[in-house]
């Protein structure tokens, strides 16, 4: 049987391959090795849409060019967006919704157990999911190693149902640019008001603009959120803030300067979705400690920034205000490679503060750089080579 399969896709365990279970089959509609688009992914899903030629097919027997892709949750938008557009016959799993892919998942969980069997015994996508056709609408890119081949934003041209699913993108790609330029003019309020039509008449149109234009999906939040914050009172508004993605909160910053307010509760209140980490970090010093609690308490967005980011925030300052360049290091080492959630602790002047410090460190011939240097980990010395040089390049 026909089965679709919606996520996130990528290659994390680079090397690692695996194959299908005997008498299945595998389509893949990303280029090999490339992220894919998310309004690609949506016409996918369209009714009549399953005749579409893939980018690639596996079959039993291929396991020396199958990579072991790791398929990951779909953000909350997304599972909507999918809701929305999904007009096929058969059945679909979405991975973190379903049950059978309620967790991040690699095809094959036991490579090495499985290598050698028909059908795959581990509880990876290909071991909980027997079905015959598998399909797989997913990126495939490199994920956090990063990759700069591009992405798969159309489908190859072989076919003439590929042709006019690209063609069909190409139409609302060009829509969802108007729209965007539309909402960043002087004419905002009357295309908010577009905006907000479509969504109630044609929700499915309505997602697959905002899958083809993260600037589009960025415009209609700020144009929602400043009219909202002329609305509500300052602990109001963080209560519709929670409700934005939260990959999608940072395009708020900047975007409104929040007038005086009666308080200092009130005034961090209101800073808090519009300023920067490190105007958000000195307001925060400013609070009383009834106040810090109050805003907890309150908002679910500022508890989660409380107990990571600000503790971030707090220890880069700590190193940025040190004298010993090993602090620098150490601290610019260990936030570049955190992850946590949605927050990039790159996003801060802390940590650009960091960066220009070990820069200038480095660059100084008569600083003990190469001391320094030898202290530092084989990894860590292969990362931070890029911004250094390393000794030789001093040379």
């Given amino acids: 049987m026909t089965l679709y399969i919606i996520g996130h896709g990528a290659i994390v365990n680079l090397g690692e391959l695996t194959h299908v279970s005997k008498e299945g089959r595998l389509s893949l509609y990303s280029e090999p090795k490339k992220p894919m688009s998310f309004a690609l992914g949506l016409h996918l899903m369209m009714q009549g849409n399953d005749k579409a030629d893939p ?7 291929d396991a020396d060019t199958l990579p072991n892709y ?3 949750a779909l953000r909350e938008r997304e599972v909507y967006w999918v809701q929305q557009n999904y007009q096929l016959p058969f059945r679909m799993l979405m991975s973190g919704v379903s049950e059978e892919l309620s967790t991040t998942k690699r095809l094959c969980e036991c490579p090495e157990v499985c290598a050698s069997q028909d059908t795959h015994s581990c509880d990876g996508v290909l071991g909980v999911v027997r079905d015959g056709d598998i399909r797989l609408i997913a990126c495939l890119g490199f994920g956090a190693l990063g990759s700069n081949m591009g992405m798969t934003t159309r489908l190859s041209e072989k076919s003439e149902i590929n042709q006019q699913i690209n063609a069909n993108l190409t139409i ?3 829509r969802a640019e108007a729209a965007n330029k539309e909402l960043r003019s002087g004419r905002s309020d009357s295309a908010l008001a577009e905006m907000n039509l479509l969504e109630s008449e044609d929700p499915s149109l309505y997602t697959r603009l905002l899958a083809a234009s993260k600037p589009l999906a960025e415009s209609v939040v700020i144009a929602r959120a400043k009219r909202r914050f002329t609305e509500v009172s300052p602990l109001d ?3 519709y803030y929670e409700m934005i993605d939260e990959d999608l909160r940072s395009c708020l910053v900047g975007t409104l300067q929040p007038s005086q307010q009666a308080s200092q509760l009130d005034a961090f209140a209101a800073s808090f979705p519009f300023c920067d980490q490190g105007e958000i970090f000195h307001r925060w010093g400013l609070l009383s400690e009834r106040d810090r609690s109050i805003l907890t308490t309150r908002s679910t967005a500022i508890a989660k920034w409380r107990a990571g980011p600000y503790q971030a925030l707090a220890e880069m300052k700590v190193a940025l205000d040190s004298t010993a360049a090993t602090d620098w290091v150490k601290a610019f080492l260990k936030f570049s490679t955190m992850e946590s959630g ?3 602790y790159s996003a801060n002047p802390f940590y650009d503060g960091l960066q220009q410090k070990i820069q200038e460190f480095f660059d100084s011939p008569s600083s003990p ?4 240097w030898n202290q530092l980990a084989a990894e860590d010395q292969s990362f931070i080579q890029p911004l250094i040089g390393g000794p030789s390049f001093w040379q």
């Fill in 55 to 61: 980018w690639q097919v596996f079959s039993f027997g």
């Fill in 70 to 72: 790791t398929i990951s």
């Fill in 172 to 174: 609302e790609q060009t």
């Fill in 237 to 239: 508004f963080l209560s």
């Fill in 342 to 344: 949605e927050y990039d």
């Fill in 369 to 372: 750089r190469l001391k320094v």
